[in-house]
């Protein structure tokens, strides 16, 4: 089994690169880190949110997401991860230094999930030691979670928990997974969808009220609200989703519960038609339909071209 540290990044095309990023740091309130020295790299806009060098990454051209990522504990264990994975009959691809430079990660290796997201797996990722400077005071303090699409729920929990530590810790019926790689309740999620994409990212914010206060900055803005604030019964945390260009996603949250006791803990099951499952203030709900495509290519392209 292949042992996931963490969240790394989500890598997604931006046929409007200056507008995404406009959005992610004006709207969303991200540090753009790129410039002269950070040896900024022509067509692609890195997005910070905490120590990590970046969380999102904006490449110029099809728009659509590109991969998601996780971090593993080192080479040795990105090494055994690549023969695990093709002991499964995955076709991985290994990053070179280009690739891993453009990610700011030491190593990387690639491949497709049973449903066609195109998953990453890195080790060495960059921190920054100075503080994060955000484009907008949204009180943004973490890249909380990332979610996932897949035709069948019950499939991609399997693949996850078996190929992966991941841990289902509730599920709203057929219709998504939550899953856990450490004690915060989800890092990963899986929903129903027709076909593979990025369902949502999620940033972690400092307090109640900057839920809040984001939301009214939302609405001056005239972003889109696909739903909230309402409260999650599953992780107990406080949500607000909304739409950015391009179909991306972006969900505030805080107050996510936190698993310590492992042995103790067993998955919930939510019926997502009983009213309160997914918003425990009665709030209007539902899945946000707008998920960003996985963009499809061939298995493996050579690194000058592979995005």
């Known amino acids: 089994m292949i042992e996931l540290v963490d969240i790394a990044y989500v890598r997604s095309g931006a046929a409007d690169l200056a507008g995404a990023v406009r959005f992610a740091t004006e709207v969303v309130g991200l540090e753009h880190v790129d410039g002269p020295a950070d040896d900024t790299e022509p067509g692609v806009a890195h997005l910070r949110a905490d120590s990590r060098h970046h969380c999102l990454a904006f490449v110029e051209g099809v728009s659509g997401v590109i991969a998601s990522a996780f971090t593993v504990d080192g080479p040795g264990a990105l090494a055994l991860a690549e023969t695990e994975l093709e002991s499964r009959g995955f076709t991985v691809w290994r990053g070179g230094p280009a690739d891993a430079r453009s990610?700011?990660?030491?190593?990387?290796?690639?491949?497709?999930?049973?449903?066609?997201?195109?998953?990453?797996?890195?080790?060495?990722?960059?921190?920054?030691?100075?503080?994060?400077?955000?484009?907008?005071?949204?009180?943004?303090?973490?890249?909380?979670?990332?979610?996932?699409?897949?035709?069948?729920?019950?499939?991609?929990?399997?693949?996850?928990?078996?190929?992966?530590?991941?841990?289902?810790?509730?599920?709203?019926?057929?219709?998504?997974?939550?899953?856990?790689?450490?004690?915060?309740?989800?890092?990963?999620?899986?929903?129903?969808?027709?076909?593979?994409?990025?369902?949502?990212?999620?940033?972690?914010?400092?307090?109640?009220?900057d839920v809040f206060r984001n939301w009214h900055h939302l609405q001056d803005q005239g972003v889109p609200i696909e739903m909230g604030p309402g409260r999650h019964p599953q992780s107990g945390a406080v949500f607000l989703y909304f739409l950015g260009p391009e179909g991306l996603t972006y969900e505030y949250s805080y107050g996510v519960r936190r698993i310590t006791d492992e042995a103790a803990w067993r998955p919930r099951y939510f019926d997502p038609a009983e009213r309160g499952s997914i918003d425990m203030w009665l709030g209007p709900t539902q899945k946000p339909v707008t998920t960003r495509p996985q963009i499809t290519r061939p298995q493996v392209l050579p690194e000058a071209v592979h995005p």
């Open 103 to 209: 990610r700011r990660v030491g190593e990387l290796i690639g491949f497709d999930d049973p449903f066609g997201n195109r998953i990453e797996l890195v080790c060495g990722q960059q921190t920054l030691a100075r503080p994060v400077r955000p484009g907008r005071g949204s009180g943004i303090t973490e890249f909380g979670h990332l979610c996932l699409d897949a035709p069948d729920v019950a499939e991609a929990h399997r693949f996850w928990s078996t190929t992966f530590n991941a841990r289902a810790s509730d599920w709203i019926g057929d219709a998504a997974c939550l899953m856990r790689i450490d004690e915060v309740h989800h890092k990963l999620a899986v929903f129903q969808g027709d076909r593979p994409g990025l369902c949502h990212v999620n940033f972690q914010v400092a307090e109640l009220d």
